[in-house]
């Protein structure tokens, strides 16, 4: 069942997009508004709430006001305060009241989307539709936030779990399955029911590998519209198709804005030589280097039997790095990002999607 948010702010036009903003999360929670602090009243009176968000300094009667109406009347859920005026006095009044966690304005939504989320996840506990929320940045949240907790996930009287220890997958069982087939196989549903549970504890440790390189792993296999390139197709050595090198230059500026300062280089590369043809920050080691490792990759995958490489793959590097390094053809585009900046659900919902439809429009047909 859907947490209950109350938004209070008397101004419309921030109110109002901030519950839109919210408004793609309404699997989790339900955002009502309230532009006084005495509609807040009437609407809590109405309806049980499990987290109102206010702003402190409105016309008439304050959001303090409000959190003091609220604790008279015992209420059970939390309650968190907006401010753009964070002078000592009103921090003062604000810590004598206990127990009142502050935002200061203005925020990104990114960011206060997560701190409401956070509250549900510690303070109350979430569930809901798989297909009725980004179940991606949900896991990522968990992950970043470093939480330790369970994930259930129900689907046609089957049952699985997640098991996150610091923000780590360190066990799953789905089934008969255990560990990282267990994790594989919960991840690539993409439906159900889902549900966050305390930690169990004695947990097994089952699974070694980082919650980036599992999830974006996953993400790549349920990728429906996939191309499936064979070993020859990628590394043929022969150009069936010329590219459009300016208009790679363009998608190359589009995803330097897309990750910001995420993106540490990137390069187009011609497989056959290894050379860059578009790119930024570009590096001829790492050029050479992606190249390198793509036809190893190959090699290594084909001797062992296993499926070819898809359009893309990642590799979790030490230090925050991350390699993102998509096929098309007899060329290659390379990224070294920096995965504390680049956000996964951006990464794996715009940013990639993005750039492999620039690919594919800029080789000529």
Same mark, same amino acid.
């Given at each position: 069942m859907a947490k209950k948010?109350?938004?209070?702010?008397?101004?419309?036009?921030?109110?109002?997009?901030?519950?839109?903003?919210?408004?793609k999360h309404a699997g989790i929670f339900q955002t009502d508004i309230a532009y006084s602090v005495d509609e807040a009243i009437r609407k809590c009176k109405k309806?049980?709430?499990?987290?109102v968000v206010s702003d402190i300094r409105m016309p008439g009667k304050s959001g303090l006001d409000l959190f003091v109406y609220l604790r008279k009347k015992r209420f059970k859920g939390g309650f968190i305060a907006m401010t753009a005026f964070g002078t000592?006095?009103?921090?003062?009044?604000?810590?004598?009241?206990?127990?009142?966690d502050v935002i200061m304005k203005p925020f990104n939504l990114e960011w206060v989307t997560q701190k409401i989320l956070d509250f549900f996840v510690e303070?109350?506990?979430?569930?809901?539709?798989? /297909?009725? =929320? #980004?179940?991606?940045?949900?896991?990522?949240?968990?992950?970043?936030e470093r939480k330790t907790l369970t994930v259930k996930i129900d689907l046609n009287g089957l049952s699985g779990y997640l098991h996150f220890q610091t923000g780590e997958i360190v066990h799953a069982e789905f089934e008969d399955l255990r560990g990282l087939e267990a994790a594989q196989s919960l991840l690539n549903l993409n439906r159900g029911h889902f549900s966050l549970q305390e930690p169990v504890s004695g947990i097994e440790h089952s699974i070694d590998m980082p919650f980036m390189v599992l999830l974006m792993n996953a993400m790549k296999e349920i990728d429906e519209e996939?191309?499936?390139?064979?070993?020859?197709?990628i590394l043929s050595g022969e150009k069936e198709k010329p590219m459009n090198v300016k208009q790679m230059e363009k998608a190359v500026e589009v995803?330097?804005?897309?990750?910001?300062?995420?993106?540490?280089?990137? /390069?187009? =590369? #011609?497989?056959n030589d290894g050379q860059s043809l578009a790119g930024w920050n570009t590096q001829a080691k790492a050029s050479a280097l992606f190249a390198e490792l793509t036809s190893l990759m190959d090699k290594t995958l084909k001797g062992a039997g296993f499926p070819a490489l898809g359009r893309y793959y990642i590799i979790d590097l030490v230090d925050d790095k991350m390699v993102?390094?998509?096929t098309m053809g007899s060329f290659l585009w390379g990224m070294l990002l920096d995965s504390k900046k680049a956000k996964l659900g951006l990464l794996l919902n715009i940013?990639?999607?993005?750039?492999?439809?620039?690919?594919?429009?800029?080789?000529?047909?």
């Open positions: 948010l109350l938004l209070v702010d008397d101004e419309q036009v921030f109110l109002e997009g901030l519950q839109e903003g919210l408004s309806t049980r709430y499990n987290l000592e006095e009103v921090l003062k009044r604000i810590r004598q009241l206990g127990g009142l303070k109350e506990g979430i569930s809901g539709n798989i /297909d009725s =929320i #980004d179940i991606t940045s949900l896991l990522q949240m968990i992950n970043l996939a191309i499936q390139l064979s070993p020859e197709d995803l330097k804005d897309d990750l910001g300062d995420g993106m540490l280089t990137t /390069d187009i =590369i #011609d497989a993102v390094l998509i940013a990639i999607p993005k750039a492999i439809d620039a690919f594919e429009e800029a080789i000529a047909g």
